[in-house]
């Protein structure tokens, strides 16, 4: 069966960097597109960036464009998301995703697999 996991979320200090990693399983990765998304407490799910399968196309939400960066390797069937500069509102579950329908993953209507989370907690 699809298994998206992820990896690396964890408490770190606002300015600090922080890389998580999703493996997955499954799926002809190279064939689909990829997303993180997040959510916060009491808050709902949002999209943080997608990359198409060739890793081409990116995109971001405004409010981390300058500071995310989102890859992914067909090889090893792993996308990451390198975090710079993180800041007390970054802190959230974050998701791995995929959609097999379109070209990038930007809402989770989109969404076909979800991975179960990886917290990301940030202290000011």
């Known amino acids: 069966q699809v298994q998206l996991v992820e990896s690396g979320g964890r408490l770190v200090q606002a300015g600090d960097s922080l890389r998580l990693s999703c493996e997955v399983s499954?799926?002809?990765?190279?064939?689909?597109?990829m997303g993180w998304f997040r959510q916060a407490p009491g808050k709902e799910r949002e999209f943080v960036a997608t990359?198409?399968?060739?890793?081409?196309?990116?995109r971001y939400l405004s409010s981390v464009k300058d500071r995310f960066t989102i890859s992914r390797d067909n090889a090893k069937n792993t996308v990451d998301l390198q975090m710079n500069s993180l800041k007390p509102e970054d802190a959230a579950v974050y998701y791995c995703?995929?959609?097999?329908?379109?070209?990038?993953?930007?809402?989770?209507?989109?969404?076909?697999?979800w991975g179960q989370g990886t917290q990301v907690t940030v202290s000011s």
């Open positions: 499954g799926l002809y990765f190279s064939r689909y597109a």
């Open positions: 990359i198409s399968w060739d890793g081409v196309t990116t």
């Open positions: 995703a995929t959609g097999l329908k379109t070209i990038v993953v930007m809402s989770t209507q989109e969404v076909d697999y």
